[in-house]
């Protein structure tokens, strides 16, 4: 064609340029997905990420379906994601609420725990992303300039606006109708704010004005049945990210359960292939999520989608697999770092501590050991009295490495408490040396007598005892010390009134923490033969059914108290007094430091029961340094050791 030449002009009509211009603003343009929008636009701000720069979800591909989800194309109205700490669901949110700024313009609600940590979210993650996404920047203003909009409660965009409040705020939660909701650590919200219900609730009913509406719920969990995001993810599809085998490609979840490590040896932890039982090592991770897929385990009503992820699936250079078995190491027989290692590390709640055991199966799984005498792997003995109107009864514990223990003997006193001879059978179990298995006797470190009832005899006899292996204790089940025995108290009164502060001392026992340690402890598995037995296991002797019984006889239960759930322990049976001498022998083992003991002093406890001849005794330490009379002739289980004095 010759440029000389001009073409001819299409000249259109009004009505033709209109229509034209009709049909493209009919034609719809591309709406991405949270996860595409992410990977083209998101960057991570060094102010508020360890891995600044773009964003990559191939990092963390778990994600990629819960953001999807969140989407305009998801069919999907709520999701919940149950999650362990540092995985990634917060910033999966962020994500979202950025492509609702730059791709669904929309009135959108954060919330979090508390007004102050929604304005710490404002500070430390949404203003740097904003600040790092020119895809914001050009639709949020600066927050320095001058009617900007952008507050840090507040962030005005066109098309919309987000707000961010605390689930402890009334007003926040009723100030707007909202189409995008995102509620996060819901576990942590209170249960009743201003009076005016669950702020769960009044947060969800911003959105029903909106069909098209997202909801997202992420937390931690907490305790079972007390847990919030728990309890919404048992009404979704109950999705598991399952990972292939990089062996034999066998799809399963990562469990914990598969982790193994040589004793003592944590940081040399590896995953177990549920199918071929090959090592995994840290390093086949990033395979194995990369090729994961999230898989519905339950039925759902249709609108909520739920995802469930523990940090086992953290990626590589994150939270590793030798962590997690440090973590559990470390945590042992201690209830409160357990529920931190469920809650935080395998993103479950935390339930065996209060769940009441089985008292049929602690009577089937009893040991043939003589009823009186210490048997093996028993170093020290403590006892509980539980003082009634007309018995005393008493539990004597043997204790061994790691918190393992053995009832040695369970005795019922009778006799009137008001009077001085039942009380002397008592006095007399104070000084009883009982036989060992493998030789030689031990006394008791402490005897713990309740002093609940009858008080005042309970307190005139602990004088008359004037020894440093008898405490007087007393259950406090609302006690506010975190500790299972707290400082002893003098309650001891002079003739002027005055508190006698070398008399009678009473130490507070926190009885909801012994309740729950010794129930967590009666729900461990006996191991397989030849297998040691795990931290914090109890033996018990041919008891009746009626002991046992009485051991199992409360159960942890929760209330509302003020708008918050308060957790309680309620009796379930007439009798408990197992239990209770249980608990006052623990408490005693306790204030004796048995905790504290090394398992080099542990070696030396135990070999010093071992009979030897008089060569071979180690040199007598003197029982009087320590308050106590001198012994005649050397007992090794009562040499000098500071956990006599108080």
């Not at 918190?403 to 001879?421: A, H, I, K, M, N």
Request: aromatic share 10%.
């Amino acid at each position: 064609m010759n440029p000389a030449i001009p073409l001819p002009l299409t000249v259109l009509t009004a009505q033709e340029l209109y229509l034209d211009a009709v049909r493209a603003g009919l034609r719809p343009g591309k709406v991405l997905t949270v996860s595409e929008w992410a990977d083209k636009h998101r960057v991570l701000s060094s102010r508020s990420s360890s891995e600044p720069n773009q964003w990559r979800t191939s990092r963390t591909p778990y994600l990629r379906e819960i953001m999807d989800c969140l989407s305009a194309q998801s069919p999907w109205q709520r999701v919940v994601f149950l999650k362990a700490s540092q995985i990634g669901g917060t910033e999966a949110g962020m994500n979202w609420l950025a492509w609702v700024i730059a791709e669904c313009p929309g009135p959108a609600l954060c919330v979090q725990p508390t007004t102050e940590m929604a304005k710490r979210l404002s500070k430390q993650r949404l203003d740097p992303m904003i600040e790092a996404c020119p895809e914001l920047r050009a639709r949020v203003k600066d927050r320095r300039s001058r009617d900007a909009g952008n507050t840090q409660t507040a962030k005005e965009f066109p098309g919309g606006i987000l707000v961010l409040t605390g689930a402890n705020s009334a007003v926040g939660l009723r100030s707007m109708p909202v189409r995008w909701l995102f509620m996060d650590e819901v576990d942590a919200y209170p249960a009743d704010v201003a009076g005016e219900g669950d702020p769960i609730e009044l947060a969800i009913a911003r959105t029903r004005t909106y069909p098209q509406r997202k909801i997202y719920a992420a937390s931690t969990p907490s305790l079972t049945g007390q847990s919030r995001i728990e309890r919404l993810y048992e009404d979704s599809d109950q999705r598991v990210y399952e990972v292939p085998c990089p062996h034999c490609g066998h799809m399963q979840p990562l469990q914990f359960s598969q982790m193994r490590w040589p004793k003592g040896e944590p940081r040399k932890a590896a995953y177990h292939c549920r199918s071929c039982d090959r090592v995994v090592p840290e390093s086949g991770k990033t395979f194995m999520l990369a090729n994961g897929v999230w898989r519905a385990t339950a039925s759902s009503d249709g609108i909520t989608a739920g995802f469930k992820l523990s940090s086992l699936y953290s990626p590589l250079g994150w939270f590793s697999w030798p962590e997690a078995a440090e973590q559990y190491d470390k945590a042992g027989s201690n209830t409160r770092d357990l529920q931190v290692f469920f809650n935080t590390v395998l993103g479950e709640s935390y339930a065996e501590s209060g769940e009441t055991p089985d008292d049929r199966r602690l009577y089937e799984r009893r040991e043939d050991y003589p009823i009186g005498k210490v048997p093996r792997g028993a170093g020290a003995l403590t006892a509980g009295a539980d003082v009634q109107r007309d018995r005393i009864e008493v539990e004597v514990v043997g204790w061994g490495p790691q918190g393992e223990s053995w009832s040695v003997d369970y005795r019922v006193l009778y006799g009137d408490t008001s009077q001085p001879e039942v009380w002397e059978k008592l006095a007399a179990l104070v000084d009883e040396e009982f036989p060992c298995e493998t030789g030689g006797t031990l006394q008791l470190l402490r005897l713990a007598v309740d002093s609940g009832f009858n008080s005042l005899v309970v307190y005139n006899w602990a004088r008359t005892m004037q020894s440093p292996r008898v405490m007087v204790v007393h259950g406090e089940s609302q006690s506010r010390a975190a500790s299972l025995v707290g400082a002893s108290r003098a309650i001891e009164i002079g003739p002027q009134g005055q508190k006698v502060r070398y008399g009678i001392h009473r130490w507070p026992v926190n009885t909801a923490i012994a309740k729950e340690e010794l129930y967590r402890r009666l729900r461990l598995d006996a191991p397989a033969d030849g297998e040691a037995y795990p931290p914090g296991y109890c033996h018990f002797p041919m008891y009746s059914v009626e002991y046992f019984e009485q051991l199992c006889a409360e159960k942890l239960m929760t209330r509302t108290v003020h708008g918050y759930q308060k957790a309680y322990w309620q009796q379930t049976r007439a009798r408990n007094e197992a239990l209770d001498c249980r608990v006052y022998a623990r408490a005693a083992a306790v204030a004796s430091r048995l905790d504290l003991w090394s398992e080099e002093r542990w070696r030396q406890v135990l070999d010093d029961l071992v009979p030897r001849s008089v060569d071979e005794l180690p040199a007598y330490h003197g029982i009087a340094q320590v308050g106590l009379s001198p012994m005649p002739k050397f007992q090794p289980q009562t040499m000098g050791d500071p956990w006599l004095q108080d």
